[in-house]
């Protein structure tokens, strides 16, 4: 396989949904499509990706610096700035990997899995279901009717967000939930970063009496001191990782950052050969309560290009794309 062209264009999210600290009005994404030499059906096989939906659109730097691939894109660098660096590179090998596993005619987990776990794929795979946005005119009977969609739709577990209104308000969103739900174990909340030490330590108290299944990222991913002052006054789970780039950071969270803080999932644009890393040099540091819940999020975009006539080895350059056949990531 010949990468012949890496195209990449912005597009609008355009959504009112709400976490406890933005929303997504005026997000915007990079849709990334790498076009190979390998021909099928008379159509070059192409591998698509995206760069999550937490970060804006990051082309200029995939223009500018990432159009090497791989194990090219961070050479003569120096260490440091992995989370510069991550999304775009990661977006990139995403693509790649989607072209690996449609040349290969197969889906991506069983190429990986032939690859790295000698072909061994589990019967099931631990999944959840994020919800419990916030948005306008939202009541508490509407929240309660999104998530009996969920479960109708065959979920078991749901993650709500938190931290968006007061602490007060929030546990009566959680109440109403778990009314639905019927069990403290099914629910899981997010607050995505955004409290400082006295907000933090409040919603842990408040949460505690819940006993839900986690508390996703109550502080900033990098505050290790306050995440183990929240850990030693919160008795359920806690839970970080998706916004750790860095082997290292992996490492400094497990040694300074609680007894009960770990890796809940491996960073979304960190793609396939990274995601197996960051987890393997902490394993020997591992707290005797890790996060028991795992899970690596990977997107499925339902999309070809229109062709241009005009492709070049290694450019990355717009690209306009529309609905077609499934892509092999998911």
Aim: some cysteine; glycine content about 8%.
């Amino acid at each position: 396989m010949r990468i012949i062209d890496i195209r990449e264009t912005a597009i609008p999210l355009k959504s009112n949904l709400k976490n406890s600290s933005f929303d997504f009005s005026e997000m915007t994404t990079s849709i990334v499509a790498v076009v190979t030499d390998v021909v099928r059906s008379a159509v070059p096989v192409v591998g698509f990706a995206f760069n999550s939906t937490g970060r804006y659109a990051c082309g200029a730097q995939m223009r500018e610096r990432f159009e090497r691939v791989l194990a090219a894109m961070t050479a003569r660098e120096k260490v440091g700035g992995d989370a510069e660096r991550s999304i775009p590179i990661g977006t990139i090998e995403v693509a790649v990997w989607d072209a690996v596993a449609k040349i290969a005619g197969q889906p991506l987990h069983r190429v990986l899995a032939d690859r790295y776990g000698g072909g061994r794929l589990p019967d099931k795979v631990f999944c959840y279901v994020g919800g419990g946005w916030y948005w306008p005119g939202q009541t508490v009977a509407d929240l309660q009717d999104e998530m009996r969609r969920h479960l109708a739709a065959g979920y078991t577990m749901i993650k709500m967000k938190v931290g968006g209104l007061a602490v007060v308000e929030d546990c009566r969103r959680i109440e109403a939930v778990l009314q639905v739900l019927g069990s403290e174990h099914r629910l899981a909340v997010d607050a995505n970063g955004k409290f400082d030490r006295a907000a933090a330590l409040a919603y842990a108290e408040a949460l505690k009496p819940f006993g839900l299944k986690w508390f996703e990222e109550p502080c900033h991913p990098l505050d290790y001191a306050l995440y183990a002052e929240v850990a030693a006054a919160y008795d359920a789970p806690l839970a970080t990782g998706e916004n750790l780039y860095s082997t290292e950071d992996v490492q400094n969270l497990v040694q300074f950052g609680g007894r009960k803080a770990g890796a809940e999932r491996t960073s979304f644009p960190m793609a396939a050969t990274r995601c197996r890393s960051p987890s393997q040099p902490a394993s020997g540091l591992a707290a005797p309560n890790p996060i028991r819940a795992c899970s690596v999020r990977s997107a499925a975009l339902r999309m070809t290009p229109r062709w241009r006539t005009d492709l070049s080895p290694c450019r990355i350059g717009p690209a306009s794309v529309s609905k077609g056949r499934p892509s092999c990531i998911g």
